[in-house]
């Protein structure tokens, strides 16, 4: 029986098991968080640190394969198991490149793959004489995650809520559309992309609220898109899935925001709207094995079911039964215990053909499932 190690025992490692079970895949899963939602479904499940060099090290040496279902992992001990023979993908000089946002853009420009304009900036004090630069966006370049280390700056005042470390100012995009695409590469070089996806943001948690798929877009950016995202992976010749998020822009050009080296929240809606899903394209791919077909079967829309405002403690789902009763609709709970403001505790994904009947499904489910606490 094959075996496969992953680091991150979260949602993202969950669907993978599910993915992993279809090929009779052994799946063992490192988590810091002895409740991490992979925890009871894994069939090795070890609690450690994944910064940690000895612990990834440790955990990694025992098997042949690894991947990783987050970025912030220990990319020295991956180094090190990956020199002694152990196949590691996506490779680890690709997840240290993804860690710091200010490698990733200096890439983009060294590569010439259309980005927003950027500085890099050190600390606090430097982002304040940058008042020229506005409006901006200003990003940690290590550690941001879910919309955190991110500080959106209009004005002078603002430039006071910027971070005080390493990291990068890029000019604010007035953007149309956000779009996702992601590609995956096996080791032989076989690519495959999935169509593009329109990410639809929260309002205020700076977090993808709803996705749509197909993204409503002509075809001539989706070719577009399709085009950059593939060159990228070439580029970094990836061996795994690639997401590339990318803003459209109100003149129709289309920007790389930021990429990841694995499955991804754009991708969800894949496991039951299109030929192949996401978390199999992912084991295909790091396996090197032929890539599934990644066509659409019938538009979908995924929902993030985020924590409500005001509520920390332990998970009480309500609406569920109501959302079971829409035709076409898919719940994922990721089984985490504690709920929090805005903490991903699961996922919808509605499918319909029509997309006014699916924007309808949307409403009703972001209107009737709500995660909270009674304490
Ligand atoms: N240059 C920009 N112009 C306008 N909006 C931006 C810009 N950069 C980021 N944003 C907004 O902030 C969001 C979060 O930014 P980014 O994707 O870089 O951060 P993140 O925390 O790594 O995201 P996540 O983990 O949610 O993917 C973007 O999806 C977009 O809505
Ligand atoms: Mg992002």
Redesign the pocket.
């Known amino acids: 029986m094959k075996k496969i190690a992953v680091l991150g025992g979260g949602q993202l490692g969950l669907m993978m098991i599910r993915s992993a079970i279809d090929f009779n895949i052994e799946v063992a899963v490192l988590d810091p968080n002895p409740e991490a939602p992979c925890a009871k479904h894994a069939a090795y499940f070890e609690v450690g640190d994944l910064n940690d060099f000895d612990t990834v090290y440790n955990f990694g040496k025992k098997f042949e394969l690894i991947t990783i279902e987050i970025e912030q992992v220990n990319t020295k001990a991956l180094h090190k198991l990956s020199n002694e023979g152990i196949e590691v993908y996506p490779q680890p000089h690709i997840i240290e490149m993804i860690q710091d ?1 200010r490698i990733q853009k200096q890439f983009y420009e060294k590569h010439n793959i259309p980005t ?1 304009p ?1 500085i890099l900036t050190d600390s606090l004090e430097d982002i304040l004489t940058k008042s020229d630069f506005l409006p ?2 200003n ?1 940690i370049g290590k550690g ?7 500080q ?1 700056m209009r004005n002078a005042e603002d430039l006071k809520k910027g971070f005080d470390a390493p990291g990068l100012m ?6 149309q559309k ?1 779009i996702a695409v992601i590609v995956a590469r096996n080791k032989k070089g076989e690519i495959k992309a999935f169509p593009p996806v329109e ?1 639809v ?1 929260h309002p205020t948690a ?3 609220e709803f996705l749509l798929a197909p993204a409503q877009i002509s075809v001539e950016i989706s070719k577009k898109a399709i085009e950059i995202a593939t060159n990228l992976t070439e580029n970094l010749s990836v061996i795994g899935l690639l997401a590339v ?1 990318m ?1 459209v822009t109100k003149e129709g050009e289309v ?1 790389v ?2 990429i ?1 080296p694995r499955t ?2 754009s991708g969800h809606q894949s496991i039951e709207s299109n030929m192949t899903s996401q978390f199999e394209q992912h084991l295909r791919a790091i396996l090197n094995w032929p890539l599934g077909d990644t066509s659409l079967i019938i538009s979908s829309a995924m929902i993030n079911l985020l924590g409500e405002e005001g509520h920390i403690g332990p998970a009480i789902c309500e609406g569920l039964e109501d959302v079971l009763k829409v035709n076409g609709c898919h719940m994922h709970l990721y089984g985490k215990k504690i709920t929090k403001p805005f903490r991903k505790m699961g996922h919808v994904t509605v499918r319909d053909k029509d997309i006014n009947e699916l924007k309808n499904k949307i409403d009703f489910v972001k209107k009737t499932i709500k995660f909270i606490s009674n304490e």
Not at 144 to 150: L, M, N, W
Not at 170 to 175: A, G, H, N, S
């Open positions: 946002k927003s950027f901006a966006v990003k941001g995650y879910d919309g955190k280390g991110v959106i890029e000019k604010l995009i007035d953007f956000e990410l943001f700076n977090l993808v998020e803003f920007l925001n930021e990841a991804h929240n």
